[in-house]
């Protein structure tokens, strides 16, 4: 088993590889993560308290609706593409 689980973070057109270890990969984490990447990517976002905006979706391409809403850490696993809205 792995250490660490490698994913990928979309926020419209702008996509780029995240990674966290799986002892410390949960919900909150995730977030905390997807507000980084935000802040990193654009800078002048002008978004207040995004942490408590966010809402975060992986791609099942097998489902009738694609994006799927992310309940638990458990639903990233390697090679996710979690969609940040």
């Known amino acids: 088993m792995e250490d660490e689980v490698t ?4 926020l419209g057109v702008v996509r780029d590889a995240a990674a ?10 995730l977030k905390e993560l997807a507000v980084k ?11 207040n308290r995004l942490a408590d905006r ?5 791609h099942d391409y ?3 609706n694609v994006l799927q ?3 638990s850490a458990s639903d990233v696993t390697d090679e996710t ?5």
């Open 37 to 47: 990447f935000v802040h990193e990517k654009i800078p002048d976002n002008g978004l």
């Open 20 to 29: 966290a270890p799986y002892h410390l990969l949960t919900l909150a984490y």
């Open 54 to 58: 966010i809402l975060l979706f992986r």
């Open 69 to 71: 809403l992310i309940n």
């Open 81 to 85: 593409l979690v969609e940040i809205t």
């Open 62 to 64: 097998c489902s009738p």
């Open 7 to 10: 994913f990928m973070f979309q």
